[in-house]
């Protein structure tokens, strides 16, 4: 529930921005500013997920990331509609959202057998979807209605549902990763070790060329809707959902419902497939074309990322995950802000629609020339570190 609160916030804060601003440039730096803390922050939450109990720590970051959502609400509600103040309250929710994250990730491989953790983790990232796809449509019905100070409490209550399943939770069932290392020495002990894990470079190599080129699409649905589509804020939640449905459209592939596909395969065909239904909903120019671009997207982006995710859990070894999965988050949330505000700073001087179809190639011509080294791609299949 909490992931659907905070995907009709992700919907609302660039709305209003560009209500306030009427400049992409804003969308993006809110998108920098909630995003970045959860990179500069990875070092820390990687420690802190492999040293203390997850499930406690997930308690106190839940009840936490209720407080900038509803810091918003209080904003809004009395009048303040000031965009760096927007963007600063935001950031705190960034910060929230850093210890929470990688936590999170590091804290379902220990709820299911070893053989259910490619199932466990395509379905956590599918529930993240099924959000995706309820938020940003309620998201939009809260602005057309009752307004986006609204949106903003709706999203600060979500996370009492977060509080009530993990006090759910038998404690007996979760372990702590134990581990004493310093933040910096556990750091680096960590990138050491993925340099060892040439099939977890790999996956997060693709993380990262997702985020930084193909995933800036989100903070451009707004902008789209808006400078391209003319359509209101109702539009704008359906358009955002329509990315959350072809993520779901994808789970049975990524699950494996349809066969088992290796992961090689799936990055191999799936990434310049990414890239082409980023320059299809780029190319767009009425709401038709971008809808179907938008689900292909969305269709593309659980297939990679889900993959490249279930790849590194595979691989990698207990007694380290959490600082390696932090790095891989670290990766990622750093990759997209940048990419976003790249592009959303380009958009304003060049418009959106060559800005996005753009990306898309650059994205094509990397899927292609990866897809011709079949030796790299096979180290995603790498076994699991037992050492």
Not at 190 to 215: D, K, T
Not at 250 to 256: C, Y
Not at 261 to 271: D, E, H, K, S
Not at 298 to 317: E, H, K, W
Request: with cysteine; hydrophobic share 55%.
């Amino acid at each position: 529930m909490s992931n659907s609160g905070s995907w009709l916030q992700n919907l609302t804060i660039p709305f209003v921005l560009l209500e306030i601003t009427d400049r992409a440039l804003w969308v993006g730096i809110a998108a920098f500013a909630a995003i970045v803390p959860v990179m500069l922050l990875g070092p820390v939450a990687g420690n802190v997920a492999d040293r203390f109990d997850r499930r406690h720590v997930l308690i106190v970051s839940s009840l936490a990331s209720a407080i900038p959502a509803l810091g918003l609400w209080l904003m809004w509600s009395s009048g303040v509609r000031s965009p760096g103040a927007i963007v600063a309250v935001a950031a705190l929710g960034g910060v929230m959202n850093g210890f929470t994250i990688p936590t999170w990730q590091s804290f379902i491989p220990l709820l299911v057998p070893v053989e259910d953790l490619p199932s466990a983790i395509t379905l956590n990232s599918l529930q993240f979807n099924i959000a995706r796809a309820v938020g940003p449509v309620v998201g939009g019905a809260f602005i057309a209605t009752i307004g986006p100070g609204w949106a903003f409490f709706a999203n600060g209550l979500s996370y009492l549902a977060v509080f009530a399943a993990l006090t759910i939770v038998d404690p007996g069932q979760v372990r702590a990763g134990g581990q004493n290392r310093g933040i910096i020495e556990g750091f680096v002990e960590a990138l050491r070790y993925i340099r060892s894990q040439p099939g977890i470079v790999v996956a997060i190599g693709v993380a990262i060329a997702v985020a930084g080129l193909g995933y800036p699409v989100v903070s451009f649905i707004v902008v789209f809707a808006k400078q391209v589509y003319d359509v209101g804020p109702f539009a704008v939640g359906l358009l955002s959902t329509l990315l959350g449905v072809g993520s779901i459209a994808a789970a049975p592939l990524v699950t494996g419902s349809l066969g088992d596909v290796p992961r090689a395969t799936m990055i191999r065909w799936g990434l310049p497939a990414y890239g082409a239904a980023v320059m299809l909903f780029g190319g767009s120019t009425e709401p038709i074309q971008g809808s179907i671009g938008i689900v292909l997207v969305g269709f593309g982006f659980l297939s990679i990322v889900a993959t490249s995710n279930v790849a590194v859990q595979s691989i990698v070894a207990e007694r380290i995950r959490g600082r390696v999965m932090a790095t891989r988050i670290m990766a990622f949330t750093g990759a997209f802000p940048i990419g976003s505000l790249i592009q959303t700073s380009l958009a304003d001087r060049f418009g959106p629609r060559p800005v996005v179809f753009g990306a898309g190639v650059i994205l094509l011509i990397a899927g292609c020339v990866l897809a011709t080294q079949p030796a790299i791609l096979a180290r995603l299949d790498d076994p699991t570190d037992a050492s």
